[in-house]
């Protein structure tokens, strides 16, 4: 069995659009994690929530039964145990950036607001860590997302060193 690649970030920093290019530059198994109905625990005002160990099992029968390499594309795949995982990607978004491309959605005020403080405090990096996994940041901010898929291939060629820690959104919470 291949190991699992995350891609794990606020809503809007970029997971999708970088997930199915690394898929498709590598023939990689896409999964995204949506509301499939093995998973979803129960729905609140609309909203579907994940059970994550329902998910987890989900994309273990996935990943088992796949020959390719899966790419899992969720706000929630860190939750992917690390021993099944080569690498989890965190996407990244400056906030004042983030409220532009999130106002595009049918997001309401406090939707966006929360978002961009999680994105601020690098809540999911901090659960990505919690986890142990082995991490790479990507900043997607005024940047293509061609250049960001690059920056993942050379992540995963070896060719570029894995880091994280150096995106600071921080300013965003100290605004009056
Ligand atoms: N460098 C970049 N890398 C990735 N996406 C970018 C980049 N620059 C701009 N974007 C844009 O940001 C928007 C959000 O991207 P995307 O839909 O991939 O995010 P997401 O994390 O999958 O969001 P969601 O969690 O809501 O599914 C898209 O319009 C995308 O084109
Ligand atoms: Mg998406």
New binding site residues.
Partial sequence: MKKAIL?T????????????GIAEHYDYEYILISGHKDYVSEIVKGVKLIDVDKMIKWIKERQERSEKVIII???LSHYYPKELTRMCFV?R?DPA?LRI??K??EYNNKKIRINLEAEAMDLILQEAIKEEHRIHE?N??????????QEVIGVLEEKKKKSYGSVDFSYYLMKP
């Fill in positions: 891609v970030g606020t809503p809007g920093t970029g997971k999708t659009s970088i997930a199915k594309d969720s706000h996407t978004c950036e491309r999130l595009k959605r990507i997607t901010t005024h940047r293509s997302t061609k250049s960001s898929i």
